[in-house]
């Protein structure tokens, strides 16, 4: 499945965005849908899964509460909410598709399909 992140961009602390991870190739809906960041000078980091069947999601710390991953099937299409933006979310995001279960959704060799990464930028 090929994958294609878009809806970065410039934003200032406190505002909300959008990202969508688009799917051509394949149904999302078969695979666990995570989304990593990266920020300059630092290593890949987990932001967050949700898993296929309804089984739920998994965020990282730094996110809980603050950013909902959703699926729209009809649009084969994942989303990630991202709320109360702070310049420590600044980052390239991308999404991912796997199949890990729910305990290993936070490691990114789980997963063998990548979009490109869409940057995300917090800055007043």
């Known amino acids: 499945v090929q994958l294609q992140a878009s809806g970065g961009g410039l934003v200032q602390p406190g505002d909300s965005l959008r990202l969508s991870c688009a799917a051509s190739?394949?149904?999302?809906?078969?695979?666990?849908m995570g989304w990593f960041r990266q920020a300059p000078g630092k290593e890949r980091e987990f932001v967050g899964a949700i898993m296929r069947w309804g089984a739920g999601e998994r965020y990282a710390d730094s996110v809980k509460g603050r950013f909902t991953i959703s699926r729209d099937n009809a649009k084969n299409t994942v989303h990630l909410q991202m709320h109360s933006l702070t310049p420590e979310d600044t980052a390239v995001y991308h999404c991912?598709?796997?199949?890990?279960?729910?305990?290993?959704?936070?490691?990114?060799?789980?997963?063998?399909?990548w979009g490109q990464g869409t940057l995300v930028t917090v800055s007043s």
């Open positions: 991912a598709a796997g199949t890990p279960a729910f305990s290993a959704a936070a490691a990114p060799r789980m997963y063998n399909s």
């Open positions: 190739g394949g149904r999302l809906s078969a695979y666990v």
